[in-house]
């Protein structure tokens, strides 16, 4: 059963972290960030290729944390897989037993470390999504019957402070008709715009676990400003880090007062703690 | 149009020393490659002299109507005959097509002068830009006539992405972001922007293409 299904529709407020699968086999790397982040955490996402650099593939990694009795969120961009090979992954996954499941778009590859790779974009996370409800319906893309279907809990991406509002306003219309019910979203550093994304997602019936990254050093703000699409740290928060006699600790107590914030607003908190792993307690001021 | 680049100098020797070829003639285009500033007859001159700068010997050269039209170029070829009978090889300046009627009408080793880009837009003179990929399953009916499978460099049909930034592309980042062109295109104009778009049909974009409107069978 899905934790995390349970949580958001029961109304509890959930935690969710991330972990990235290793550019290798070796799975220690991985369990150690695990380890620390799974006692505060009710669900993890794994990730899929992220960055559009060669890791594990999300499935083996999602597989390896029910092994150890942790929840995994499977995500699943359109970048590397046609249709045939996404659907047949979706059925993998359910046949794992895994049971969240965060459709994604995927960074273009010209971003990774294989910048000659053809971006497959054969479907896009909308359709992806909608998929995956035909999947719990007992049908395939072309609807015929599947020998088993699937029951996944289906989640995307939001981007509540990407500008124009009304292009993403319409885009989370979009997904929730598709059949996502819980959004996670990008990293937010405006609780305004959060409130305004939450206030439009809830009578649509879809949950919202806001974002939050840990700015542990000006060296990430940098990267975070200049690498990571549809991300702007806004100069204020940047200052802070910045000006900090210990930017580490800065950005775990302007993590913390932000968790503190997203628990007024959304249906929970999704913490990105890059390396920060051992911090998710402070960050979480002590819950979770 | 078709749109085309010269191709890297170094790779036509090359082309040529594989074969042993000194001497070559040359065949451009009137159509695509001309307004491409590609293969019209400046750049043929400017090509002939490089070549025989470079030792080689230029037997003639000339720039076909519509290089691409198989009958034509069989015709183009017959008036130069003599020159390319005596050339090693044939060096086309035009798009890949051209290059393969040529290589069909003339039986000489026949060698690509230019790289065939995309299917271009003419924005100015010399200003060209890729709108449409010829996929044989149009959308521009849904999409307020933009084309989000070629001007989304991730092809999205439905978007924007998450990397959209400021109403920006993540990929071409000194760009509008097409889907937020299109929806408020869309808006302006009072159509409806919340539709969405079913994967596509790609089996429309299988290759090759091949159109017969003489006979009832049509495109495959």
Redesign the interface.
């Known amino acids: 059963m899905s934790r995390l299904r349970d949580m958001l529709e029961g109304g509890e407020f959930v935690v969710t972290g991330e972990v990235a699968p290793p550019r290798g086999t070796d799975l220690a790397g991985m369990h150690a960030a695990v380890d620390l982040l799974a006692p505060h955490c009710h669900a993890l996402n794994v990730t899929d290729n992220q960055g559009a650099s060669l890791h594990l593939s999300s499935l083996a990694a999602s597989k390896a944390l029910l092994e150890r009795g942790i929840e995994p969120i499977f995500q699943q961009t359109c ?1 590397d897989r046609n ?1 045939l090979a996404l659907q047949s992954d979706l059925l993998a996954a359910w046949s794992l037993g895994l049971e969240n499941l965060l459709v ?2 995927g ?2 590859p ?2 990774g470390d294989h910048p000659h790779a053809k ?1 497959v ?7 992806l999504a ?1 998929i995956a409800r035909g999947m719990n319906e007992g049908h395939d ?1 072309m609807d015929r019957d599947l020998k088993g279907g699937t029951g996944f809990y289906v989640g995307a ?1 939001m ?1 509540p402070e ?3 509002w ?2 993403q306003l ?2 989370i ?2 997904k929730i ?2 059949g996502v019910r819980f959004f996670q979203t ?1 990293a937010i550093f405006d609780m305004d715009k959060l409130q305004r994304a939450v206030e439009a997602v809830r009578p649509l019936g879809a949950k919202v676990i806001a974002g939050v990254l840990v700015l542990k050093s000006p060296r990430v703000i940098d990267f975070v400003n200049s690498k990571l ?4 740290v806004p100069d204020a928060i940047a200052d802070r880090i910045r000006r900090a006699h210990d930017p580490a600790d800065a950005a775990i107590a302007l993590a913390a007062e932000q968790v503190a914030s997203i628990r007024d607003i959304a249906d929970g908190v999704h913490v990105m703690p890059l390396g920060l792993d051992a911090a998710i307690g402070r960050i979480l001021g002590g819950a979770g | 149009m078709i749109i085309t680049k010269p191709r890297d100098w170094a790779r036509i020797e090359e082309n040529l020393t594989s074969i042993g070829a000194r001497r070559v003639f040359l065949m451009g285009c009137g159509q695509c490659a001309t307004v491409a500033h590609t293969g019209g007859e400046k750049e043929l001159e400017e090509t002939a002299a490089r070549l025989e700068a470079g030792g080689y010997e230029v037997t003639g050269w000339t720039v076909g109507e519509v290089t691409c039209h198989l009958n034509g170029t069989k015709l183009e070829s017959r008036k130069h005959q003599a020159e390319i009978d005596s050339a090693d090889a044939v060096l086309v300046l035009a798009c890949g097509a051209g290059v393969q009627t040529t290589a069909d009408a003339i039986a000489k080793p026949v060698f690509p002068g230019l790289e065939s880009l995309f299917l271009g837009t003419v924005i100015r003179n010399g200003i060209f830009e890729e709108r449409c990929q010829t996929c044989g399953d149009c959308v521009l009916d849904k999409t307020a006539g933009i084309c989000p499978v070629t001007t989304c ?15 920006m592309c ?2 071409l980042t000194d760009r509008e972001c097409t ?2 062109r299109i ?2 295109r869309l ?1 302006e104009q009072g159509r409806t ?2 539709r ?1 778009l ?3 049909d ?1 089996s429309t974009a299988l290759k090759p293409g091949g159109v017969n409107i003489r006979e009832s069978g049509g495109s495959r």
Not at chain 1, 121 to 127: E, G, H, R, V, Y
Not at chain 1, 229 to 232: D, E, F, K, T
Not at chain 2, 153 to 167: I, V
């Open positions: 970048r249709r994604v778009t960074d273009d010209r971003a971006g974009f054969d479907l896009d996370s909308t359709q909608s893309m991406a981007f990407a500008e124009p009304d292009v319409a885009r219309e979009q008709e598709a990008q699409a549809g991300l702007m | 460099p991730k092809g999205l049909l439905n978007g924007p992405c998450g990397g959209m930034w400021n109403g993540e990929v889907h937020v929806r408020h808006e922007t919340r969405t079913a994967p596509k790609f």
